[in-house]
């Protein structure tokens, strides 16, 4: 009943089945007893009814849901099973977005955008199979996790955030081919939007996995045709991103990648030395300092300038950065701190971005 009741709701929508054998052969899943995984939802959805103290904490290797998601639309105590697959299969009204941060990130005439995932694990859902998976989407990963900002803050604060990124997830996994074209579309569109044509000053950027990662060489694919139909059409469109998968940072088509060094010791191994590395900096190095007091920020460079041995000049702070002149060559040292833009990832000139803890 259920492989019948979503075949017929999505048949417009989502054409094929999961492909594990060879479009998505190397993605890290794990298969979930159905029993298990209603119950799992409805632990999460007794949640938000619980003050924030009582309510019950899940294991990371679980993938988080959002205690108000709207992907529990039509359920009442328990969990509607059926509606939800329904849900989450759901074509996502949008693949690219632009958070705070992105509209403080670019110079004059570039407009940023950004797309992502569930960070660390997400539910995928296989139509054809009728199956449940709990889907690796950071395979990167590893003290990361403690920290993550993509399971802090608004990320989780709101529901509609994370029921996108679910269906997002989804509809790559069903179907790739409807998720290059869609996100070929959104991009065209603003282009032409922001008039980033051939021709004219303005560019679109667009900043992969703001949470989440290329967990799949296929995903990796999709994001290279994309901007290369674009680029080929005329449009004026530049990329760059984070990640903590070796083989995606030392990639030669991305044009800027950013290898986050918080992930598993096998990944940092494959790094050479002129790979360009973000750092978060936990908050014990900066421990009594007040970050909004220049002399206190003076003081982060400089433990930080002997942490890694170079001259306290070529630290630069987010604002500092931006009243410097952009150059092809790696120079300069940076610090992000909460409220800051993203152009320390997007710039060539940045060799390593120290992010501090929050």
Not at 204 to 215: E, P, Q
Request: glycine share 6%; aromatic share 10%.
């Amino acid at each position: 009943m259920i492989k019948k009741f979503i075949r017929e709701s999505v048949k417009n929508y989502l054409l094929n089945e999961i492909d594990w054998q060879d479009t998505f052969s190397d993605v890290q899943k794990t298969c979930v007893d159905p029993k298990e995984f209603a119950d799992y939802l409805n632990r999460v959805k007794a949640n938000a009814d619980k003050d924030y103290g009582e309510r019950e904490k899940f294991k990371t290797t679980q993938p988080y849901v959002h205690a108000k998601s709207r992907l529990f639309a039509g359920s009442k105590k328990k969990v509607n099973i059926d509606l939800f697959i329904k849900q989450i299969t759901t074509q996502p009204k949008t693949l690219i977005s632009q958070n705070e941060k992105m509209t403080k990130t670019g110079e004059a005439n570039t407009f940023v955008y950004n797309t992502g995932i569930p960070a660390f694990r997400g539910i995928g859902y296989d139509i054809e199979k009728g199956k449940f998976y709990y889907i690796n989407t950071c395979p990167g990963a590893g003290t990361c996790v403690k920290i993550c900002y993509a399971l802090k803050g608004n990320y989780i604060r709101y529901p509609g955030a994370y029921d996108n990124m679910t269906r997002r997830l989804n509809l790559l996994l069903n179907n790739p081919d409807a998720f290059e074209e869609q996100l070929y579309n959104e991009l065209k569109t603003k282009c032409e939007n922001h008039k980033a044509i051939k021709g004219y000053k303005f560019r679109v950027s667009i900043r992969w996995n703001d949470s989440g990662d290329f967990f799949s060489k296929k995903y990796v694919e999709i994001a290279h045709s994309v901007v290369d139909r674009l680029k080929k059409a005329g449009y004026n469109i530049e990329e760059f991103l984070h990640t903590k998968i070796a083989s995606v940072a030392q990639d030669p088509d991305f044009e800027v990648t950013s290898f986050s060094t918080g992930g598993n010791k096998k990944e940092l191994a494959k790094i050479g030395p002129q790979q360009k590395i973000s750092d978060v900096v936990g908050k014990a190095l900066f421990a009594g300092l007040d970050l909004d007091k220049l002399s206190d920020i003076e003081k982060l460079k400089e433990l930080l300038a002997m942490q890694i041995g170079v001259n306290k000049k070529l630290i630069l702070t987010y604002d500092e950065l931006m009243q410097t002149p952009a150059s092809k060559k790696p120079k300069w040292y940076t610090i992000t701190m909460p409220g800051d833009g993203d152009d320390a990832t997007r710039r060539k000139d940045v060799i390593r971005n120290f992010q501090t803890e929050h």
